[in-house]
């Protein structure tokens, strides 16, 4: 049989499940061969010290690392990949670690979002044009996950995930502290006068005080929930602390796993499937994930092919209730959560109330019922029962109206009950800089009553769709005691971050929707229950504005003009328009 070769600069269809070259025995086209090509690659593997016999045609398999320095979440992977690699070897399988650039989302400006498509484009040219049969994704701050999993997704391959694991518990006097979380606490405490900037320096590192991600139910630990809800994560991988031991072992057992997938040929299409996103959607609103995960799974569903909307979110998650009670949405956190069993006791909620589809299959081999069927709960304060639920309104709200024509959406169980119907006018902010510069003004013209807007902060906007959506109170309001305000932009907000905010209007302000055109004074109409985001504003008047709206001027160039013109839009997961769908791992042609 003649072997396809891949022709640089063409999109590759999908290849078949039956092709024998993909995955499995897939190095064999660089290790195995007699000639000059075979002695050239096997020649320069060996001057790292490794022996002849790891050439003999095992499963080759790679570690793709997203350790960093300047990702703290991240920094302790070193010892992960090790953990990783004894389980290969033990296995029988030959792992290879590679570098993949990192997300750091507590360091790198303007956003990891504006990142995220980038590294997936590294992660998938680095699987595809090295020999490598199965791949462990090590991953943990916000970005690494979905950017990770998104390359692998287009190459197609076994894939197993490996998730850092939350810090352990903050704490700062006798107080019990969240990251993220408290931040914006400690922020809107020191505004209004009641906390010192010392006090907030001594509180730094009472709050980051392990190794691992934030231990909210923000982003990170959303994305390893998700990961395990999936199917692309062994059991418990969302909730054990890095800093326990027993995230040591279950990195040995995936190492061990990753080398049978290879063997069974089990790629990430037959895990990936649409049962498995509708699994994750109502996962995440009984964990009361992040709305980041809205974005990152339908960007994961389309380069698997697989078709999910936006309003699947609001169709499967809107009659999910939350059972978590974490922050942001309550009061403990991510190593209460493992202690009360993680995880499986909530799919297991699910599963017996008839919102799981239990024959969904695992990286384990197993299906999720099999996985989930004998787990037990330790603690209900933590994990409440599906029939006496944390809060009723778990999930994703998704808005539409004339204000988000491609859709908006909220988080119910960080909202306030209070403002989930609410009428009020609104306040502008033309950008991020306008925001800062005026939001405390003590002449700004705003309470609580009234509507804030921020503008040109969604993809292409900021650029790169920052975390800004949940803008702090203007410092007159928090003095007054008020908590919380209707906020929307089209910008996205952290997962450890609450309030009454709408987020991803689409399309965005400087793609020219509507949002572009709101002014202060509009009225806003805001209406969760009836999925409504409406401004008081004539068609006409509409209209009229938009013959007046000029979009920004761009100073983008390499990565970020790239990003600028072929970002989709929030409502579609903001990959880049020729990134959707697999393109399989062909062998490439030599390179001598």
């Known amino acids: 049989m003649a072997r396809k070769t891949v022709y640089r600069g063409k999109s590759l269809a999908a290849k078949s499940d039956k092709d024998p070259l993909a995955p499995k025995g897939r190095s064999k086209h660089w290790f195995g061969q007699k000639g000059m090509d075979g002695f050239h690659h096997r020649s320069w593997m060996k001057n790292q010290g490794l022996p002849h016999h790891l050439f003999d045609g095992r499963p080759v398999i790679g570690i793709c690392n997203t350790w960093s320095e300047l990702t703290p979440c991240n920094a302790h992977f070193r010892v992960l990949a090790e953990r990783v690699k004894r389980g290969i070897y033990e296995a029988g399988g030959f792992p290879v670690e590679f570098p993949v650039t990192s997300l750091g989302e507590t360091l790198m400006r303007p956003t990891t979002m504006m990142f995220r498509n980038l590294v997936s484009m590294d992660v998938e040219e680095s699987i595809r044009a090295n020999p490598i049969d199965g791949v462990v994704l090590l991953v943990g701050c916000d970005k690494t996950t979905p950017a990770l999993i998104m390359g692998a997704a287009s190459c197609n391959l076994p894939t197993l995930v490996l998730s850092g694991g939350p810090m352990l518990n903050g704490r700062y006097g006798d107080e019990t502290i969240g990251s993220g979380t408290h931040v914006w606490k400690f922020v809107e405490r020191q505004k209004a006068g009641t906390m ?71 790629r990430m299409s037959k895990i990936l499937t649409r049962k498995a996103f509708e699994n994750a959607i109502r996962v995440n609103g009984a964990i009361g994930g992040s709305t980041n995960a809205v974005v990152h799974l339908l960007a994961i569903a389309g380069r698997m092919g697989v078709k999910v909307s936006l309003d699947d979110w609001d169709r499967f998650g809107q009659d999910v209730p939350c059972l978590v009670n974490l922050m942001p949405s309550g009061k403990y956190l991510m190593e209460d959560f493992f202690y009360a069993g993680g995880l499986p006791v909530v799919m297991k909620e699910l599963a017996e109330n008839g919102l799981l589809h239990k024959s969904a299959k695992t990286v384990n081999g197993k299906s999720q019922w099999a996985n989930i069927k004998d787990a037990t709960c ?22 539409r109206g004339n204000l988000s024509p491609s859709g908006a959406v909220l988080k119910p169980s960080a909202a306030t009950a209070g403002l989930m119907q609410h009428k009020g006018r609104a306040v502008v902010f033309e950008d991020i800089d306008d925001y800062k510069a005026r939001v405390d003004d003590p002449k700004l013209d705003i309470d609580e009553n009234s509507i804030m807007v921020l503008k040109n902060c969604g993809p292409k906007g900021y650029p790169g769709f920052s975390e800004v959506g949940n803008m ?61 985001l409406h401004l008081d504003v004539s068609d006409e008047e509409l209209a009229a504005r938009k013959t007046e709206w000029q979009p920004l001027e761009s100073p983008a160039r390499g990565y970020a003009k790239l990003h600028e013109d072929h970002v989709m839009q929030a409502d579609t997961g903001c990959d880049l328009d020729f990134l959707v769908g697999k393109s399989g791992a062909e062998i490439p042609r030599e390179s001598h």
Request: proline letters at 4%.
């Open 378 to 399: 330790y603690n209900r304060d933590v994990i409440h029962t599906f029939k006496k639920p944390f809060k009723e309104n778990g999930g994703i709200a998704v808005l």
């Open 196 to 266: 010192t900037f010392d006090q907030m320096t001594e509180a730094e590192a009472c709050m980051s005080r392990s190794v691992g991600h934030c231990m909210t139910m923000g982003t990170a630990s959303t994305m390893a929930s998700m990961v395990e809800s999936l199917g692309l994560g062994l059991p418990s991988n969302a909730a054990i602390p890095a800093a326990d031991s027993r995230r040591n072992v279950l990195a040995h057992m995936v190492g061990r796993r990753i080398v049978e997938m290879v063997d069974e040929d089990l």
């Open 472 to 532: 702090a109170l203007p410092a007159k309001l928090l003095k007054k005691g008020v908590t919380d305000m209707v906020r929307i932009s089209d910008a996205r907000m952290s997962g450890t971050a609450y309030g009454t905010v709408v987020l991803h209007v689409a399309p965005e302000a400087a793609a020219g929707g509507p949002l572009a055109l709101v002014r202060e004074g509009d009225m806003i109409e805001l209406d969760v229950k009836g999925r409504r």
